[in-house]
Structures are given as C-alpha cells and as structure tokens.
C-alpha cells in the first residue's frame, strides 16, 4: 500500500475525516438507490448520504486549498469538491421545497457551477498551453467538467424562470444530481484512488463496476421517473 505524502501528515486528522464520510456515503449511496423511493428507509439513509457528502465535499476543498503547489491535482479537486457540494445541496433542497416553489439558494445557486465552469475553462486552455498538462491533467478533463458546469448554471436558470419544479420533473433533478454527486464519490475511489489499495486490486473490474454503477441507477431511475408512468392506465375519475 503506497503511503501518504508526508506534507499530507499534519492534516491526518482531516484526511481521515474526508476518508470516513466518503466510505459512508458510498454505503449509504447504494443503499438509497436500492431502497424504495419515499418511503421511509429511503428518507433516513438519504439524510445520512447527504449530510456524510456535505462533510465530505466541505473537507475534501478545505484540504485541497491548503495542498496546493505542495501535491499535484489539488487544484481540480477545490473545483470537483465545490461541485459536488452544491450538487447535494440542490438535490435536497428540491424535494425540501414545496412543488413549484424556489427559495433563496435557487436564486443565487447557479452562480456556483457557473463560477466553477469559468475555472475549468481556463484551465483547460492553460493545459492546451502546456506540454505536460496542468495541474497533472490533460485538456480534456477540464473542458468536459466545464461543459458540465456549465450545462448545471442553464438548469439552474431554468428553474429560477420557471419559479420551480413540479411533478416528475422536480423528483428527476433530485435524483439524477444525487446520483452525479454518489458517482463523483464512488469513482474518485473506486476509480481513483487503486493506489492505496493492494496490488492485487489494481485494475479489477470489479472496482470499475462499483465506480461507475451510480450512472447505470442514474438513468435506470431516471427513465421510470420520467416515462414509467406513461405506461400505467390513468385512474378512474
């Protein structure tokens, strides 16, 4: 198991913090999108998922600002952290507000990813600038998580117009930017961090499965969400 940096020691407590919230958002990321939607086991182990990423998200970009220019890659991860922290927070907040309604996150909340998309940009042309990259990454990753961004600001927009979300549509936000953000969890250390694992992990298929499975519920939810119920007979009057 390939050790911490020692730069990483005085901030172990931290380290352990952010490890620890991320192993139960992941456990309890699974558990909710195999759980039955609104009923009340769902309702708790999403409360623990969200408050576990909150904390999560919150560390991981207190720790990646203080690292910067001491270890590589620590300037994507304030960016990816922010992100995902106001991925969780608008996914709850969604089915916390009434239907149709918005409040004041909503109205400022797509200055977030808008804000974030703008630094991903140019990072990405500052990678293009360079032989090696930036920040120990390509080109291409910058530029497809700023078309995320930025893609979330004109959502966001969208239903500050509209003056909120009912029905269907409301229940799909939620689902699909908490099932984002479990993916950025489960990915970052399934996918990302095998180094520390044993040797004998490194590349397995399994850990693949498991990184990217919040996608495959992601878009299983979203379909029956989204066009199940145009399939079931209407009500009698």
């Known amino acids: ?29 699974y558990a909710a999108v195999l759980a039955a939607k609104g009923e009340k086991l769902h309702r708790r182990i999403g409360t623990v998922f969200v408050a576990a990423m909150l904390v999560m998200s919150s560390v991981a970009v207190f720790l990646a600002s203080s690292l910067i220019g001491q270890l590589t890659g620590q300037v994507a991860n304030v960016a990816a952290g922010t992100l995902a922290f106001y991925l969780v927070l608008s996914a709850y907040l969604t089915v916390k507000r009434k239907e149709g309604t918005i409040g004041m996150f ?8 808008l804000g974030v998309g703008a630094l991903f940009l140019n990072w990405g042309f500052e990678a293009e600038r360079s032989k090696h990259g930036f920040d120990g990454y390509a080109p291409v990753f910058f530029f497809v998580f700023s078309g995320i961004s930025f893609l979330l600001s004109a959502l966001d927009l969208r239903v500050l117009l509209k003056g909120g979300l009912t029905g269907a549509a409301r229940i799909a936000r939620h689902l699909w930017r908490m099932c984002f953000a479990f993916f950025v969890a489960a990915g970052s250390f399934f996918l990302g961090q095998q180094k520390v694992m044993p040797v004998w992990m490194h590349g397995s298929k399994i850990l693949l499965v498991l990184g990217i499975a919040p996608l495959g519920f992601m878009l299983f939810w979203l379909i029956r969400v989204r066009i199940g119920n145009r399939f079931k007979a209407a009500p009698p009057a």
């Open 1 to 29: 198991m390939t050790p911490f940096p020692p730069v990483v020691h005085p901030y172990m407590p931290w380290v352990i913090l952010h490890i620890a919230c991320g192993v139960i958002g992941i456990i309890t990321g």
């Open 106 to 113: 909503e109205r400022v909340s797509f200055l977030i990813p």
